[in-house]
């Protein structure tokens, strides 16, 4: 069965300087996908970005970037330069060949002036 | 172009009655997958359609179905509503499931409060 765990509930961030959100997973297939999507107090949930497990390098989205370290099943999310636009609760998911999406319990991220 | 939209965007119901809920995808893409999210939590997978036969089907009670349409839209029912039925439902459609599946694109939920 597949697991994604967030172990942080809560982070904050001065505006303009680097955060990173931490996720961890569990599957037993060796094709997976792995995203980070951001929801707004709107609760809209957008696509931040990507990672396919068969992909060495890790994905870079602007100022969004990820730590995809394969053995150790985590895939961390890097923000830089945050804005107060980042704020909202993050959420990891990971999914294989069915598409069906497994979340994690999301992090909540405040950014301060 | 347009993206997931999902109606109601807020509906009030009673203990026992029933409820559907719409969604239209992303023009091009022949699945849809709906998730219910409780305040405070991840989302959860309840059903996915894809070229209008079910796919997959979480971990619900019977109380719940889904359809999809030839022209690709979905409809949730959630029969015999329960207090804890009360959640955010999302609706995420996609151009594909395999080989590689597409990134799935979220509609702005259906916010569901049963009294």
């Known amino acids: 069965a597949q697991t994604v765990t967030q172990s942080q509930p809560e982070m904050s961030v001065q505006e303009a300087e680097t955060v990173t959100l931490s996720c961890t997973y569990d599957?037993?297939?060796?094709?997976?996908?792995l995203f980070w999507y951001k929801q707004p107090p709107s609760r809209q949930m957008i696509l931040v970005i990507r990672?396919?497990?068969?992909?060495?390098q890790n994905a870079t989205e602007n100022r969004f970037s990820v730590n995809f370290q394969k053995a150790a099943k985590s895939f961390s999310l890097k923000i830089s330069d945050s804005q107060l636009g980042d704020a909202a609760m993050y959420f990891c998911?990971?999914?294989?060949?069915?598409?069906?999406?497994?979340f994690g319990q999301g992090t909540t991220l405040q950014v301060k002036p | 172009d347009a993206g997931v939209t999902q109606s109601p965007t807020h509906l009030i119901k009673t203990r026992g009655q029933h409820v559907t809920l719409r969604c239209s995808p992303i023009s091009g893409h022949k699945s849809v997958s709906w998730y219910q999210q409780v305040l405070g939590q991840g989302p959860q997978f309840i059903f996915q359609y894809y070229e209008k036969e079910e796919r997959g089907r979480g971990n619900f009670p019977d109380r719940f179905s889904a359809r999809q349409f030839p022209n690709y839209s979905s409809e949730l029912n959630v029969n015999a509503l329960l207090l804890g039925d009360s959640a955010l439902y999302l609706c995420?459609?996609?151009?594909?499931?395999?080989?590689?599946?597409?990134?799935?694109?979220f509609g702005p939920g259906t916010r569901l409060t049963v009294l």
């Open positions: 995420a459609s996609s151009s594909r499931l395999a080989p590689i599946p597409d990134t799935q694109y």
């Open positions: 599957t037993s297939e060796s094709d997976y996908y």
């Open positions: 990672q396919e497990a068969y992909k060495q």
């Open positions: 998911a990971s999914t294989v060949n069915t598409g069906k999406l497994i």
